[in-house]
Each structure stands twice: as structure tokens, then as C-alpha cells.
């Protein structure tokens, strides 16, 4: 059977002197793997249409248990990536969160558009890391079926208190009252963070990438983001070690 479709590619690997091996987020097909014949030969488009972070245009052959690339040609490259270690690092973060999230064989246009509007902010420097990398994680997670509640305190149900509480290995909120009640090791939230974490998942995707924090607000932001994602996953990411590992501003 073919296909043809649009998608970026998520993990590439070396097969002998000319192939690759390529996982790739596709539109139509979510997750799928890939092998990319004679993609490293020179004049060949696939040279570049099946390098890390490339968008391309795929035509693919589906055999009885892998996918060939019959064709690839490169629609946006990200090549301004590469040029920020910072940048390039949590690029790879959210490529690996797209291999562990985005579904396969299935339709993936929301991860698509996800993943390419925040390499599209990495590369062009536009908007903050911290943010970017918030927004990715908790919208990641709610495509995937995890979502936190963080409309109201859990006892209570009030909208807001200062600090609201997060609790991350439940996903909820609670007020400083009722958390008497709960225990735990809960997150204190100032307004303006709840309010940033909350239009993370319940902002229209017009307006995900559009809203601001003081850069103790985005720390704030970015630990409550990724501890839940953590906790949610039970597991870690080797990306995400090698990104903290940077001096990130």
C-alpha cells in the first residue's frame, strides 16, 4: 500500500554506507519507522528530506511489517537549530517525547502541529525556552489522554487562592485549606503561574504560544510542567538530563 503524507523526522540512524533507518511523525500514521534507501547518496532529495528535525513530504510504501520511502522531499529544514546548543538539545527533548507520546498508526495531525510550531519558536529565538518547553509537555501530555484537572481546588472546587497548590502525581489543584487534608508534597503556584499553566491546556492553539512570565514566573512554569509530566510517565529522558545539563537562560 502507498501513502503519501507530511512528516518530520523525529530519530534517524545510520544502515551501512548509503540507508537510513528514520522514525518519522507523520500526519496520517502517527509514529512510524522507516527505511530511507540510498538516502546519503549525493543529489538524491532524500539527503536532507530524512535528516533529524526535517519536514518533508513522504510517499511510503507500507510492506507487510515496515515502511519503505519511495520519496522525500524537504519542506522546512530548521537548520537554526543547530546553531544553539540550548535550542538543538531541547529540539531533541521533544522529539523524544514524541516517540513516547504520539501514537502509531493512527492520525497525529495535533502532535504534528504541536511539535513543528515549537521547533518554528526554537529556531527563530521568538519565544522564551522555558516557555516553549512548558507548553510542549503539558499539551503533549492532554493529546496523549493525560490530562491534569486545574479548574478549581479538588476539596473545594474555589477557582483561586494565593498560592493555589499543585499536586503533580495527581494532576490536581488544591487550596492551602484543603490541602490540610490531602498531604503530600504539593507545588505552591502564584496566580500569574496557575494561570499560565491552565492555558497550556486549555488555551485554543491559536493563542498556545502567546502569553508572558517574568523569568521566575517561567521557572516556576517550566518545574510544575515537567515534574507532572515525570510523575505522570514514570520515567526519565536522556534528552531532557543533557538539557538541564546546559546553562540555560
Not at 527505511?35 to 539527503?47: H, I, L, M, T
Given at each position: 500500500?502507498?501513502?503519501?503524507t ?67 522531499r524537504p ?88 498560592p493555589?497548590l499543585?499536586y ?82
Amino acid at each position: 500500500m502507498q501513502l503519501e503524507t507530511d512528516g518530520l523526522i523525529i530519530a534517524e540512524q545510520s544502515i551501512g554506507e548509503s540507508d537510513r533507518l528514520v522514525t518519522v511523525l507523520t500526519r496520517d500514521e502517527g509514529v512510524v519507522r522507516a527505511f530511507a534507501r540510498q538516502a546519503k547518496k549525493s543529489g538524491s532529495s532524500k539527503v536532507s528530506a530524512t535528516q533529524l528535525f526535517c519536514y518533508s513530504r513522504l510517499t511510503l510504501y507500507k510492506g507487510r511489517d515496515k515502511y519503505i520511502i519511495d520519496d522525500a522531499r524537504p519542506i522546512e529544514l530548521f537548520f537554526d537549530l543547530r546553531k544553539d546548543i540550548e535550542r538543538l538539545a531541547l529540539a531533541q527533548y521533544f522529539c523524544e517525547l514524541a516517540r513516547a507520546l504520539a501514537p502509531q498508526e493512527a492520525p497525529a495531525g495535533d502532535f504534528l502541529r504541536l511539535l513543528l510550531n515549537a521547533l518554528y519558536f526554537l529556531s527563530k529565538g521568538t519565544r522564551p525556552l522555558l516557555l516553549v518547553k512548558a507548553v510542549v509537555e503539558m499539551r503533549m501530555l492532554e493529546l496523549a489522554g493525560y490530562m491534569p484537572d486545574l479548574v478549581a481546588c479538588h476539596g473545594c472546587a474555589c477557582y483561586t487562592a494565593d498560592p493555589m497548590l499543585f499536586y503533580p502525581r495527581e494532576g490536581i489543584l488544591s487550596c492551602p485549606e484543603c490541602a490540610k487534608e490531602l498531604g503530600g508534597a504539593p507545588m505552591a503556584l502564584a496566580p500569574g503561574v496557575l494561570t499560565a499553566l491552565r492555558h497550556t491546556i486549555y488555551a485554543d492553539f491559536e493563542k498556545l504560544f502567546s502569553f508572558q512570565l517574568p523569568p521566575a514566573g517561567l521557572k516556576a512554569l517550566a518545574a510544575a510542567s515537567e515534574r507532572y509530566l515525570l510523575c505522570t510517565l514514570e520515567r526519565g529522558f536522556q534528552t531532557l538530563d543533557f538539557f538541564h545539563g546546559l546553562a540555560v537562560g
